[in-house]
């Protein structure tokens, strides 16, 4: 066992207006199953590269272990998988190798397969597989979820539960809650760790964001009883000053020593008041400063003039002589919310663009509504880029509700006036949510929306598709929102 240490780290990049980082302390035992959360672009990946020493920063970073970084470049992925490892790994040991591969249910002759032809899937785990191997290292796992399926997700989980030793970069609550036993989170003012799974320390969140919303509201109580208080008192004691040079009791002389006394006594408890109201101010300050906003969302959908919306009949579809699914059948009816599930590979990607109208061969029935307008949200957002301005005019929404809804989702209006290229992953995903929400469609097909996207932002989304119950079909493998939203499950 022995300690990562942070202290004061600040970093902030060059040309940025405000620090990532600011006189941040805290340790890590290197045998904790780490888990890492905190909303899109709060710094997760950038803590990440500052422990790698990518950047320059202030403070200390202090470590009697070696740094490893998932997911990471590999050269040559048309040389063979055990090529692979081997250049990752030269002194690896095969058979604890194969006991790696066997705890995730990869085949020895994978090994001997190009790199390049292996699953998302089955690369995420082979990669991880050969990292766990090397002895005296720490690993920095970022957001392994994004190329696994369901199943995939949950032998993975079960996987680094069995390991200790790293940093797990996620969204996914269901895996984190599986395989972490610490949550490190990056909050809007600091960094705390705590100890237990995600689940846990999302309930210790809620309790001491209602214990300061409770305290605030007392506060405010406080402030405003203070503030008419102090008001009277002042009030009184310039009356009281003024009697000095007036009449008491039938023209005799006033007692100008009493009065004085009177007056100053009065003045001296509204300054003892003023005192208290400012401590209070004071008080109020230090709260709320970490909770985060989650506003509800608005989807305005338009009802379409018959019940059924889409007929799939025996569909196959094919790409060359490859058959990508078969067989398919499903109706999407108004108010369906149709959770589209199966491995990687199974066509979940193929059969949404067939919908959409896509150029794709298939054989059996496929019927659209007339004048069926569809709003799609794809996997990709590497063709993002320019300002949000010109995005929204590109795409005829409402630029103020489209911003709107961005800063719904924790864009800082410093965000709106980047390059959407700079983005992060997750907040290029909710550029490509916001706008589908602007759209006026029947129908939203969102295709693994969820990838990047932050835990918060995750159950802003959840409420908004259970409050407005929109029509929709949607590929995700996020178990928790799955298991909360769909209405109906087609497999496949």
Known sequence: MSMIRVTDLTFGYDGSYDNIFEDVSFQIDTDWKLGFTGRNGRGKTTFLNLLLGKYEYRGHISANVGFEYFPFPVPHPENNTLDVIEAIYPDYVHWELMRELTLLKIGEDTLYRPFDSLSNGEQTKVLLAALFLKENRFLLIDEPTNHLDMAGRKLVSDYLRG??????????????????????????????????????????????????????????????????????????????????????????????????????KMMKRSKSMEQRQHSAIDEKSKLLKNIESAESLKIAQLPYHKNQLVELENVSIYYGDKTVCEGVGFTIEQGDRISLTGKNGSGKSSIIKLICGADIRYSGTCRIGSQLKISYVSQDTSHLRGNLTDYAVEHGIDESLFKAILRKLDFSRLQFEKDMSAFSGGQKKKVLIAKSLCEQVHLHIWDEPLNFIDVVSRMQIEELLLEHQPTILFVEHDREFVENIATKTVTL
């Open 163 to 264: 390991k200790s030793g790293f940093i797990l970069v996620s969204h996914d609550r269901a895996f984190l809650d599986n395989c972490v036993d610490h949550i490190l989170s990056i909050n809007k003012t600091n960094i705390e760790i705590q100890k237990g799974n995600f689940s846990e320390w999302w309930e210790n969140k809620e309790r001491q964001d209602n214990f300061e919303l409770a305290e605030n509201d007392k506060l405010k109580k406080d402030i405003k009883r203070l503030s008419e208080a102090a008001k009277r008192t002042s009030h009184w004691s310039d009356e009281v000053e003024k009697t000095k040079n007036g009449t008491r009791n039938s023209g005799s002389k006033v007692d100008k020593g009493y009065v004085g006394h009177k007056a100053a």
